[in-house]
């Protein structure tokens, strides 16, 4: 059975960090390309950072560049997404995305963790 499990959420403050980890079971982790996405209530999911599988390329939406980190570790099934420098409007629910392309198409979702920037 396939599962991707977020954790790390939480309230932070404006400035502050906070580190997600997303857990992967059920699959070949390091066939897969992972990536971190958010949305908001009214808006479509976005895209946040991605990472290749065996983590030497990664890309960043615009608006997270400079400040968040996206990582892997292939031994431990694991993903983070390490959030430094945070903002008002990085406050959103986070979903873990593990995806491959050859030879068929897979794509799993976690069920998402919530990240609240607030004072």
């Known amino acids: 059975q396939v599962r991707l499990v977020e954790s790390g959420g939480g309230l932070v403050q404006p400035g502050g960090s906070l580190t997600l980890s997303c857990a992967a079971s059920?699959?070949?982790?390091?066939?897969?390309?992972m990536s971190w996405h958010r949305q908001v209530p009214g808006k479509e999911r976005e895209m946040v950072a991605g990472?290749?599988?065996?983590?030497?390329?990664?890309n960043y939406a615009e608006s997270v560049k400079g400040r968040f980190t996206i990582s892997r570790n292939n031994d431990l099934d694991t993903v983070y997404l390490q959030m430094n420098n945070v903002k008002t409007e990085d406050t959103a629910v986070y979903y873990c995305?593990?995806?491959?392309?050859?030879?068929?198409?897979?794509?799993?979702w976690g069920q998402g963790t919530q990240v609240t920037v607030s004072s």
């Open positions: 995305n593990a995806a491959t392309w050859s030879p068929n198409r897979y794509v799993y």
């Open positions: 059920g699959f070949t982790f390091s066939g897969y390309t």
């Open positions: 990472i290749n599988q065996n983590g030497d390329f990664t």
